[in-house]
């Protein structure tokens, strides 16, 4: 067991070093910079970009939390008909990317920008990030807690507040934090609503001059917002173990009756994330001399983003697995220090991430510049808290008792994992890897930098279509990754 767990602590490491890549890339350029950094931060532009950052990130977080748990509250413990088909719209938004959602809203209405645009088309493609932890927790829940905590005289709302939430709260400060990463990364859908943040700003410092010290302190700043959501979640995220090594009851909870104003309420949500956005495509469709479908040109870029997707996914739920494991297993600082570092890529722009990899590739290993190698890479620095959320969740409810008896039988400490580890999990990783390839799917700046020549991805050619403001010709490209990422997204209906 010694060695297994030796091997597994050492995979994890060496995950953890290559996710701080792209902090160690921000920190010499900081130190490259010198005195200079201090002055280019303390401007009252970087004030202006504080501030729209940190707004629109803790709003999101709220409305996102209030909107995905509301939501799966709803579906999961109401009398509401037709669960599955709930289920299944609650899902479907994050099989629109979220730049396209924004084209939708934004060509409905051109006056559709700044912070209520921009909160409004966040909220709505990623809400859906807290419903699914939120929803999987209400469903494998013991109903037993609250039925003790009712018959002794507690009051609904007071035995939702002191026993239902605390078994929630992994889900909630996961997918939170999930939403909170993603915005402080968003970029495609922050431009084109003229909502400026720090990666609106590193992008355009990048695109309009050779001299990177601005941007790189900017992505400093950007880091440091980083560490403050990550040190939040993990004050917060303290508790005693929820795994149970019972099977729980094996009746469902109860469910409560549900009036006619949530059940619009809850309507109006994929009307706003999937009505609007298809919507609009199809007018232009429709409406648009430049409209048509190029077949050798989309089924080139469809063929590439597939192809991306599902090796992006693939490894970057590998590269996850070890971590999970490490910090659920053996708890302790390097466990917390390498799940920590995991979620730096996530929270900065693709074009720091991007850059990052091309410096160190120039320097160490030339051979991958410009390859698919690197490109998966950066797929997995970017989109590897989505696996390891899923995967954390699947090995906390994983009672690690099952593992002392499989060894006490005399089975391999690697036998272990695969025949009675990954069973368990198996859940998780498969909502894991979903999370990610539609994450790929959608993923816009570093495949812009980073893609072998002549490669081309569906949200490429929807962004340079949409950038020449060629709507007719971009809706195809927006209609096939959604057609692309909505299996994906009903599979993650049926792993929950």
Known sequence: MTWFAGSQRAAAVAVGLLALLPLAYVAAGLIEAGGDTVALVVRPRVGELLTNTVVLVVLGIATCTIVGAGAAWLVERTTLPGRGVWTALMVAPLAVPAFVNSFGWFSLRPSFQGLGAALTVTTLSYYPLVYLPVAAALRGSDPAHEEISRSLGTSASR???????????????????????????????????????????????YQSTFD?????????????????????????????????????????????????????????????????????LVHWLLTSTSAGFPAGPLLSATASTLGLALGGAAVTTVLALPVAWLVVRRRGRLSTVIERSTYVGNSLPGIVVALALITAGIRWLPALYQSTAMLLT??????????????????????????????????????????????????????????VFLA?????????????????????????????????????????MIVISAPAAYLLVRRA
């Open 212 to 280: 990177g010290s601005a941007a790189t302190a900017l992505a400093g700043v950007l880091v440091l917002l980083c560490l403050v959501l990550l040190g939040g979640e993990l004050a917060l995220g303290r508790q005693a173990r929820i795994a149970r090594t019972g099977s729980g009851a094996a009746r469902p909870a109860l469910r409560r009756p549900v009036s006619r104003w949530f059940l619009v309420v809850l309507a109006l949500l994929p009307v706003a994330a999937l009505g609007v956005p298809l919507g609009t």
């Open 378 to 435: 950066a797929y997995a620095l970017l989109f590897l808290p989505r696996a390891m959320v899923t995967l954390r969740a699947a090995f906390e409810q994983a009672p690690p008792e099952l593992d002392d008896v499989a060894r006490s039988l005399g089975v391999r400490p690697h036998a272990v994992l695969l025949r009675v580890g990954l069973p368990l999990i198996a859940k998780g990783l498969g909502a894991g890897f979903l999370l």
């Open 440 to 480: 790929v799917v959608t993923e816009l700046t570093s495949t812009l930098l980073l893609a072998p020549i002549g490669t081309r991805t569906l949200a490429t050619g929807f962004w340079n279509a949409t950038s020449e403001i060629n709507y007719g010709a971009a809706a195809p490209y927006a209609l096939l």
């Open 159 to 205: 035995t939702f507040v002191r026993v239902v939430l605390p078994q929630l709260r992994p889900a909630l400060l996961g997918g939170g934090l999930l939403v909170g990463l993603h915005l402080l990364a968003e970029f495609g859908a922050l431009q084109a609503l003229r909502y400026d943040t720090f990666t609106t700003a590193i992008y355009d410092q």
